[in-house]
T-cell receptor, first 115, second 110 residues
Framework: EPEVTQTPSHQVTQMGQEVILRCVPI?????FYWYRQILGQKVEFLVS????????KSEIFDDQFSVERPDGSNFTLKIRSTKLEDSAMYFC?????????????FGSGTRLTVV | QKEVEQNSGPLSVPEGAIASLNCTYS??????FFWYRQYSGKSPELIMF????GDKEDGRFTAQLNKASQYVSLLIRDSQPSDSATYLC??????????FGKGTHLIIQP
């Protein structure tokens, strides 16, 4: 069973439209992240979200982007007016502690295609 | 600007041999280092985490860290065709997330 579920798995949208990507962590964690990966390129950090507030954001995360945890469980990434260059895989991630080690578990991802 | 560099490959290794993957990073203050495996079209899967100089072993995988040289490596022993994937080196963590390299595409030849 996946620890982090993302919906939808694939979203096709027209340029200029708003999209909302959703992430549902199975267990209760405080730290969440959004990353994106443009086809053939590296995974890039977008934003971290701690205790229901944005903790850090990258240069990519401009005013077009927003994150929320509207109901205490779902974790959403909204892109207000999509551009062609927003086409990418979007991953949410959570921090997971294993004894004295920790890691980051990624969700299955949402493939966003802007046409 | 934090940078993580990897040879993109492809790196081709015969089945049963040792695959050696390398990574360098620019931020000398980095404390945590990760190796992820990513199959085509799938999400990254954590396979190793290391934060101390030296070696860390987990099954067929060994991560090696040399902070003085700003170098991280991953060894995969007894390579299997199912190990064929892109291996991502990532550095950092905490509030500002991970900085990833572009990944090394590994091909295990049966």
């Amino acid at each position: 069973e996946p620890e982090v579920t993302q919906t939808p798995s694939h979203q096709v949208t027209q340029m200029g439209q708003e999209v909302i990507l959703r992430c549902v962590p199975i267990s209760n964690h405080l730290y969440f992240y959004w990353y994106r990966q443009i086809l053939g390129q590296k995974v890039e950090f977008l934003v971290s979200f701690y205790n229901n507030e944005i903790s850090e954001k990258s240069e990519i995360f401009d005013d077009q982007f927003s994150v929320e945890r509207p109901d205490g469980s779902n974790f959403t990434l909204k892109i207000r007016s999509t551009k062609l260059e927003d086409s990418a895989m979007y991953f949410c991630a959570k921090r997971k502690v294993r004894g004295k080690y920790y890691g980051y578990t990624f969700g299955s991802g949402t493939r966003l295609t802007v046409v | 600007q934090k940078e993580v560099e990897q040879n993109s490959g492809p790196l081709s290794v015969p089945e049963g041999a040792i695959a050696s993957l390398n990574c360098t990073y620019s931020d000398r203050g980095s404390q945590s280092f990760f190796w992820y495996r990513q199959y085509s079209g799938k999400s990254p899967e954590l396979i190793m985490f290391i934060y101390s100089n030296g070696d860390k072993e987990d099954g067929r995988f060994t991560a090696q860290l040399n902070k003085a040289s700003q170098y991280v490596s991953l060894l995969i022993r007894d390579s299997q065709p199912s190990d064929s994937a892109t291996y991502l080196c990532a550095v950092g963590g905490g509030a500002d997330g991970l900085t990833f390299g572009k990944g090394t595409h590994l091909i295990i030849q049966p």
